[in-house]
């Protein structure tokens, strides 16, 4: 459960979010989020988000705030190469980045063949093909890539 915007009524996860989705919407577009801070709240622009939050949840209804991520993605926990220091992809240099043919998902990418929908799982593919095209063409990235292969044997035991 959450808080609608009362201005526009999208809905946020608590008062903190809800508190920064007004301030960056007043400071990013003006409009009637600003309008609607000015009114209640003078002095929003000088105040920390759980102070703003204070001022704003009551003036806010209750509101359904699913969680987008846990709904959309394929079932089960991405491997994210997270843990013992080594990436899940079984090389150890801890960017967590598929690359040179890797077959490896990203960080919290599902494996394309994992995944539901014939054009989600293309999408990916083709988001990892590209990847490895744009660090293919880009000297900079091999060298950090190379720097960050450096440090992580350094901490490896």
């Known amino acids: 459960m959450g808080y609608a ?24 577009h003006g409009d009637d989020h600003e309008a609607w801070l000015d009114e209640r709240v003078t002095d929003w622009s000088e105040r920390d988000p759980a102070g703003l939050a204070a001022d704003v949840t009551p003036h806010a209804d209750d509101a359904e705030y699913n969680e987008v991520f846990e709904d959309t ?15 899940a992809s079984g090389h ?4 967590g980045h598929a690359h040179d043919g890797d077959p490896s998902p990203g960080a919290g990418v599902p ?24 660090d293919d063409a880009d ?6 890539d190379d720097a960050n292969d450096e440090a992580a044997a350094d901490r490896d035991p």
Do not use: W, Y
């Not at 150890?92 to 960017?95: C, K, R, Y």
């Not at 394309?112 to 799982?121: I, K, L």
């Open 5 to 28: 915007c009362p201005v526009c009524d999208t809905p946020q996860r608590d008062g903190e979010h809800l508190a920064h989705h007004l301030a960056f919407t007043a400071m990013l």
């Open 73 to 87: 993605v394929a079932r089960g926990r991405p491997d994210v190469g997270m843990g013992s220091g080594g990436a």
């Open 92 to 95: 150890n240099h801890g960017h």
């Open 111 to 134: 494996d394309p063949e994992s995944v539901d929908d014939p054009a989600v799982a293309e999408a990916i593919r083709e988001a990892r093909e590209l990847t490895r095209e744009a």
């Open 139 to 144: 000297p900079a990235v091999a060298d950090t």
